[in-house]
């Protein structure tokens, strides 16, 4: 593409051929700019895309570490009620074996 570009250029710049020839240069010269401008609009689209995925996939993972840490909690709550139920019981084991002596 930049060899195409030079070439324009350098035909443009020498100002050789018919008044025809340099139009239509002239022409060829705003197409390859329009294509460039468009191409580099492309590439900032694709930059933005992969950008804001990146975003995504950081929240993503920013979630799930929430949700760990949450079921985590969750489990040692769990433990915790389990060891309060079983000191219960012991302590009503305990109860009713003086009770029924």
Not at 78 to 99: C, H, K, Y
């Amino acid at each position: 593409m930049q060899a195409a570009e030079e070439r324009v250029a350098k035909r443009i710049a020498s100002g050789g051929g018919s008044s025809q020839q340099r139009q239509k240069r002239l022409r060829l010269s705003t197409l390859l700019d329009n294509e460039l401008d468009e191409a580099m609009k492309r590439r900032k689209l694709e930059e933005d895309k992969v950008e804001l995925h990146r975003e995504e996939l950081q929240l993503r993972r920013d979630e799930l570490a929430q949700q760990k840490r949450q079921q985590e909690l969750l489990c040692e709550q769990i433990q915790q009620q389990a060891a309060q139920t079983e000191a219960i019981l012991r302590l009503l084991t305990s109860v009713i074996g003086r009770s029924g002596k």
